[in-house]
T-cell receptor, first 113, second 115 residues
Framework: NAGVTQTPKFQVLKTGQSMTLQCAQDMNHEYMSWYRQDPGMGLRLIHYSVGAGITDQGEVPNGYNVSRSTTEDFPLRLLSAAPSQTSVYFC????????????FGSGTRLTVV | AQTVTQSQPEMSVQEAETVTLSCTYDTSENNYYLFWYKQPPSRQMILVIRQEAYKQQNATENRFSVNFQKAAKSFSLKISDSQLGDTAMYFCAFSYNTNAGKSTFGDGTTLTVKP
């Protein structure tokens, strides 16, 4: 099925470890974004991209890096995991023209101990 | 920056009844989009309904409809004939079509449909 694929679905990290959350979409969407969801706080934008080779920071970018080498892939890297990064992470994509809303991945639940 | 406020953290409704979820937002622009997303216990975020600000007609999708009051900056979601499968968290979201279309989300309303 077409859509946004996120891996892994669950992950436990130790403080200081690094890891990459993978995101891939097969809808040829130009726009891709990473959000984190914390209890009672809705979704907050971490980083976003408007096309291959172009990324920018969102509301809460500290501790995360992104790159966009292809239209399909938009990985999120945690540089040195901290307990404050315990959250659910969502990747989302949408077309660059008229805004029909996001298609979301199924999310990654990350726990940092 | 725009803000989105959902003032009802939790709501409940009896099966087959109607419920309305509230959302207000703040912007100085005229051209924008508003959305309601549903997040069931499975965690998957699903687009429920979409409204373009320049359209005066309220959007409708089957049992879901909105009451869009542009001057009041209000965007409520009405769910008619509530079903058990409507139990979920509902997020209101705001987006410009420019600025990479980044969306700002409210904190969500947890809706429980009771049998």
């Amino acid at each position: 099925n077409a859509g946004v694929t996120q891996t892994p679905k669950f992950q436990v990290l130790k403080t200081g470890q690094s890891m990459t959350l993978q995101c891939a979409q097969d809808m040829n969407h130009e726009y891709m974004s990473w959000y984190r969801q914390d209890p009672g706080m809705g979704l907050r934008l971490i980083h976003y991209s408007v096309g291959a080779g172009i990324t920018d920071q969102g509301e809460v970018p500290n501790g995360y890096n992104v790159s966009r080498s292809t239209t399909e892939d938009f990985p999120l890297r945690l540089l040195s995991a901290a307990p404050s990064q315990t959250s659910v992470y969502f990747c989302a994509s949408r077309e660059s023209g008229r805004n029909y809303g996001y298609t979301f991945g199924s999310g990654t639940r990350l726990t940092v101990v | 920056a725009q803000t989105v406020t959902q003032s009802q953290p939790e709501m409940s409704v009896q099966e087959a009844e109607t419920v309305t979820l509230s959302c207000t937002y703040d912007t100085s622009e005229n051209n924008y989009y508003l959305f309601w997303y549903k997040q069931p216990p499975s965690r998957q975020m699903i687009l429920v309904i979409r409204q373009e600000a320049y359209k005066q007609q309220n959007a409708t999708e089957n049992r879901f409809s909105v009451n869009f009051q542009k001057a009041a900056k209000s965007f409520s979601l009405k769910i008619s004939d509530s079903q058990l499968g409507d139990t979920a968290m509902y997020f209101c979201a705001f987006s410009y079509n420019t600025n990479a279309g980044k969306s700002t989300f409210g904190d969500g309303t947890t809706l429980t449909v009771k049998p």
